[in-house]
């Protein structure tokens, strides 16, 4: 790809939103976020990334990350740098076609919409079958486990006493979803 395409393509793609020029990249600023296209300084290599959270905000989620890069990342990457979790994309800006660039665009896009909610509902999952798991090596039915997680709530020990009864119900449901959705799978 050239660089004249690649600059129409972006152009395409972001209209009056694109920043920058064909030496250094380019900055697409979209609420609280950026796009960078960055090229080498051969123009040789082409680097897209977008902020995602900050590095301290992604450290619990380290190995849901590096899971994700293995298993569903695709074309795109997760990476640390400046204290900022960002997600990538490079290639060879010679082999680089139009239908790629912006699929691994609309991939990095994603990733920013997505943020931190998959890891953390990865994390969370694995809590919920850790419950189950203790469970039923106390030999102890679905029904009942739910039964003492009401208790639990009633008690105060997960929620608080003064928690809004719809809330603790909210919560209740969630729980009974998830305990329901997961028992059979965990051994």
């Known amino acids: ?4 395409l690649l600059q129409a393509t972006l152009v395409e793609l ?41 590095e301290d905000e992604a450290q619990p989620y380290l190995q849901q990350l ?14 640390i740098s ?12 010679e ?13 990095l896009i994603d990733l ?16 919920i079958r850790q419950i189950i798991w203790v469970s039923k090596q106390q030999g102890q039915t679905l029904e009942a486990t739910i039964q003492t997680l009401e208790r639990f709530y009633a008690e105060g020990m997960l929620g608080g006493l003064e ?6 119900e909210s919560f209740l449901n969630a729980w009974r979803y998830q305990l329901n959705r997961l028992w059979d799978e965990v051994e």
């Not at 790809?1 to 004249?4: A, K, T």
């Not at 590096?66 to 990476?79: C, G, I, M, P, S």
């Not at 900022?84 to 060879?92: A, P, R, T």
Request: aromatic letters at 8%.
């Open 1 to 4: 790809m050239q660089v004249e």
């Open 14 to 54: 972001f209209g009056d939103g694109l920043g920058g020029n064909a030496v250094d990249g380019w900055v697409i600023s979209d609420s609280g976020s950026q796009l960078l296209i960055l090229l080498s300084a051969d123009q040789t290599w082409l680097r897209v990334m977008i902020s995602i959270a900050t």
């Open 66 to 79: 590096l899971k994700a890069n293995f298993d569903d990342t695709q074309e795109v990457r997760y990476a």
């Open 82 to 93: 400046n204290k900022v979790l960002w997600g990538i994309y490079q290639h060879d800006l």
């Open 95 to 107: 082999g680089l076609g139009v239908a790629t660039l912006k699929a691994a665009i609309a991939r």
């Open 112 to 127: 920013k919409q997505d943020g931190l909610s998959n890891c953390f509902q990865q994390v969370v999952e694995g809590q």
């Open 163 to 168: 928690q809004p009864k719809e809330d603790k």
